[in-house]
Nanobody, 115 residues
Framework: QVHLVESGGGLVQPGGSLRLSCAAS????????MGWFRQAPGKERELVAS???????NYADSVKVRFTISMDNTKKTVYLQMNSLKPDDTAVYFC?????????WGQGTQVTVSS
């Protein structure tokens, strides 16, 4: 079993920055990916960014340049640095780990961008 704990959400003004963290524990081995998804009210959950244990990354077009995903393999922790935040970035952000055909989700952390 895998357990994910997210932190770092909150309220920020437009143009501000936040850093999300997600620490994974449990049965994690071999090749895996970790990523961030978000879900705004009335909308479907969407991929924000993902990173493989080997380092390859993938971003949604809407966050390229503004967001950076990184991973500390030794700590099994993934980070999402979010800069130049916009009101449209407001959502619940979920961490996901994917390995060997199974996916595991965190509980979600609220990010609100508002003046």
């Amino acid at each position: 079993q895998v357990h994910l704990v997210e932190s770092g959400g909150g309220l920020v003004q437009p143009g501000g920055s936040l850093r999300l963290s997600c620490a994974a524990s449990g049965s994690i081995a071999g090749i895996y990916s970790m990523g961030w998804f978000r879900q705004a009210p009335g909308k479907e959950r969407e991929l924000v960014a993902s990173i493989f244990s080997g380092g390859n990354t993938n971003y949604a077009d809407s966050v390229k340049v503004r967001f950076t995903i990184s991973m500390d393999n030794t700590k099994k922790t993934v980070y999402l640095q979010m800069n130049s935040l916009k009101p449209d970035d407001t959502a619940v952000y979920f961490c996901r780990l994917f390995q060997w055909g199974s996916q595991y989700w965190g509980q979600g952390t609220q990010v609100t961008v508002s003046s």
